[in-house]
């Protein structure tokens, strides 16, 4: 793939932050946090830490100078714990000193005594005690009683489904460099730069322009740094701002494992009424939410959930509840599809579970109920260019559906070890910040005197290859060699206010506002390049190729020699341009609006292979059909699909996150916590672009990518349930993930777990 960084990265070269040459006396940040999940702190005391040789500095809450304050959306969380703590590796105290071995062995030293307090670790428990981050949130439409009075069938039942650690490559981490003048530059692995100055600032008592937070590049985030770097920037501010001494804070694999959020996992209750063609009338479900110990990204999250609870569906009257519950465990956050996966994996298990009392195939069920233009979702924005049905039917047409289930169903009729399973799954996925304000970018171009060309936006680069589409972005607009364009970093200074690069929509905002800004300068450059060749009656100028062209004519006026000229005439050579998405809103007293700029569509049809003695399985063939619009990349594109289905069929099949009742991370290790690998890759792979999309909304026509594909990794699920349904002809298994193999010989060999 030739993405910006590839060359860098295959040769060791990229810089990540344990990377960078800190200056010499650079001190470590050690945390040393709770060994308990709920419990009252009765005393601390750091006095025989304090005198361990190496040790600078012990702080705790009390010498924060600002405020103990980390909350995003909510204020709820405390930098460092004071008087509670609330779950298990909740940081304490920040141990400085010359060494991590030195501040590892000073946190032995700490004394603490705590009283405990009741640990809760399941949602549905902490609802039952009053335990919620906000009261339930309720999106309705249509007339949910009337709905149901309509159905022939009404299917109930529960949907378990887990959460899942990001296992970015790269550890949180920060390094931090006081300044003159109390000013503090920190350089940071976030996907959100301002998070991180604003919450540094706020801390640490500072005006935001005092805190400068630059990010050259992230080894991985997932979602697990749109919130959660911030927590390791402020006690690596703090660190740095107290010794005033530059400081470094990186967790070493086990730690970030234990002490980080993760994705939410979630239980829920559904109820879907459909009539006897198969036709769905109504749908009430209620998310109950595992959010940990505060509130972090939960609300939005959760939102987001609701915003996804039909799918691909069309769905007349809805109603869907979520619970954002207050659990003793770390604060779950952001992950890749950000709450759309669990409403998604609801709506499939009920219409998995319907179709065996309808008598109607799964997917017959899908199909019946997809989404066609002009239907309204049912937060009231209307499908639009919806490609719901026409991803569905060139899947058909590509790869015929019937003969692939047919193929399985034979196979299954003369084999007794091993069956195979089909299962489709449509994915319908809105791009925009759920929060509006979050939808804008900006972009700062320069274009250097010899010709090259830097860009700064807010965009993070986190391996999704952002930067590689905003350089083809603006080579294209001027159209000049891509080799003369680099990206630069994304600080604070350069470029102010950033959201997140999250929600799918990095290369979107980014890309637009990069667009605007080109063409500014472009337009400067034809303006002065027609007065240069003075054709002044000539509206037709561009520029092709590095060479400026009239009426498509090429001139002898090229790149280089074109912008030293402007520069000697005094043209702006640089600019900056904002970038806000138009036309979407969401009224959150009546939960209507339009929320999305578009939504992406796609179908894949996953086909694993069971083996019924072991319970071991294998993922035989993903085919797709997306809705890319029109890539800007598409070997980045494909990067982000592949990458996006293994992350969905691991989150719902070999990845175990286990809590005990204590609050205790049982999966803390890798030999314990099993992310996909080789041979968890499907043995045949073939994705296709739906042809003829375009977007309005993205830079150059172009569709988001990061999350859509993460949820076909759904269809793994229930493909593999098809496969187990042929094993004895029992179905309608508890709808649990992860259906790790252990599950997969517990549902098939003990009579409990039918339900
Ligand atoms: N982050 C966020 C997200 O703050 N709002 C969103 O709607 C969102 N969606 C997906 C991923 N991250
Ligand atoms: Mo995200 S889940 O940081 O787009």
């Known amino acids: 793939m030739n993405n910006y960084d590839t060359i860098n990265h295959v040769q060791g070269k990229s810089i990540f932050i344990d990377d960078f040459v800190v200056p010499k006396g650079t001190l470590n940040a050690f945390i040393f946090t709770s060994a308990i999940a709920h419990g009252k702190i009765i005393n601390i005391d750091t006095s025989e830490a304090s005198k361990l040789p190496g040790v600078s500095q012990i702080i705790l ?150 805190v400068e937070v630059d990010v050259l590049r992230l080894g991985g985030a997932f979602g697990g740094k749109e919130d959660q770097a911030t927590v390791w920037a402020a006690l690596a501010s703090l660190a740095a701002h107290k010794v005033n001494k530059p400081v470094k804070l990186v967790l070493s694999r086990h730690e970030d494992l234990f002490m980080t959020g993760k994705r939410h996992p979630y239980s829920s209750d559904y109820k879907i009424g459909l009539t006897k063609n198969g036709k769905i009338v109504a749908y009430e479900v209620t998310f109950y939410q595992n959010a940990g110990a505060s ?19 069309f769905i007349p009257n809805v109603k869907a509840t979520g619970i954002s519950c207050k659990t003793n465990l770390p604060p779950n956050t952001a992950f890749r599809g950000f709450g759309g996966p669990q409403g998604m994996f609801v709506i499939e298990a009920a219409l998995y579970k319907a179709s065996k009392l309808l008598d109607i195939s799964y997917y017959q069920l899908q ?45 299954n009729s003369i084999n007794k070890l091993f069956k195979m399973g089909v299962a489709i799954m449509p994915v319908t996925f809105g791009i925009s910040f759920t929060s509006s304000f979050l939808n804008q970018a900006s972009a700062l171009v320069h274009v250097y005197t010899d010709g090259s060309v830097g860009i700064s936006t807010a965009a993070v680069e986190m391996g999704q290859g952002v930067n590689e589409k905003m350089r083809r972005i603006a080579a294209k607009t001027f159209s000049i060699n891509i080799n003369r364009i680099k990206i630069e970093s994304t600080n604070t200074t350069r470029i102010a206010n950033t959201s997140a690069t999250a ?5 979107d ?49 090229k790149w280089e020699d074109l912008i030293s000229k402007a520069y000697m005439s005094r043209i702006n050579l640089s600019s900056q341009a904002f970038y806000s998405t138009p036309k979407i809103y969401f009224d959150r007293t009546t939960n209507q609006g339009r929320p999305f700029a578009y939504h992406v569509y796609g179908t894949a049809i996953i086909i694993s292979k069971l083996d019924v003695i072991r319970g071991t399985y294998v993922i035989e063939s993903i085919k797709v059909v997306h809705d890319f619009g029109k890539s800007i990349a598409k070997e980045v594109d494909l990067g982000q699909m592949e990458g996006g289905i293994m992350q969905g069929i691991g989150w719902l ?65 229930f493909s593999i349930l098809n496969a187990m349904e042929s094993v004895n002809g029992k179905n309608a298994f508890r709808i649990e993930s992860p259906l790790t193999p252990e599950r997969v010989l517990m549902n098939l060999y003990s009579d409990k777990y039918y339900n």
């Open 61 to 210: 809450a009390k010498d924060i100078p600002g405020e103990n304050q980390i909350g995003n959306i909510i204020h709820d969380e405390v930098l460092l714990a004071e008087n509670e703590v609330d779950f298990i590796g909740q940081p304490i105290a920040i141990i400085v000193s010359d060494s991590k071995q030195t501040g590892k062995a000073a946190a032995e030293l700490i004394n603490i005594d705590f009283e405990k307090l009741q640990v809760i670790t399941e949602p549905r428990e902490a609802f039952e005690n009053n335990s919620l981050i906000v009261p339930p949130i309720t999106f309705e439409s249509g007339n949910i009683k009337e709905g149901f009075s309509k159905a022939d069938f009404v299917v109930e039942g529960k949907v378990e489904s887990g959460g899942q650690e990001h296992l970015y490559l790269e550890t949180q981490g920060a390094i931090v460099l006081p300044q003159e003048g109390n000013r503090l530059k920190i350089i940071s692995s976030t996907q959100s730069p301002t998070s991180v100055q604003r919450v540094c600032s706020r801390v640490l008592n500072l005006s935001m322009n005092n």
């Open 295 to 313: 509130a972090d990204l939960s609300t939005a999250v959760l939102e987001r959930t609701l915003f996804h609870a039909t799918n691909s569906y």
């Open 367 to 411: 199909k019946t109920n997809l989404l066609t233009e002009g239907n309204s979702f049912y937060y009231g924005q209307t499908a639009e260019n919806a490609q719901a049905i026409n991803c569905w039917n060139k899947l058909d047409s590509d790869f015929d559906i019937a003969k692939l289930i047919k193929d399985a169903k034979d196979f």
């Open 503 to 507: 929600a799918s929509s990095g290369a």
């Open 509 to 557: 905002l980014n890309g637009n506002a990069v667009l605007l800004a080109c063409n500014k300068i472009k337009s400067r450059l034809l303006n002065f390049a027609k007065s240069e060749l003075s054709s002044l009656i000539c509206d037709n100028a561009d520029l092709m190729n590095e060479t400026i062209v009239i009426d498509n004519k090429p001139t002898n006026l």
């Open 653 to 717: 099949t070999s990845e175990d996150l286990r809590y005990d009742k204590n609050g205790k991370l049982l999966s803390s290790t890798l030999s314990t916590y099993k992310v996909p690998d080789i041979y968890a890759a499907p043995k045949n792979y073939e994705v296709k672009f739906l042809e003829n999309s375009t977007n309005d909304f993205g830079p150059l026509n172009s569709k988001a990518i990061g999350e859509p594909p993460l949820m076909y990794g759904i269809g793994a699920y």
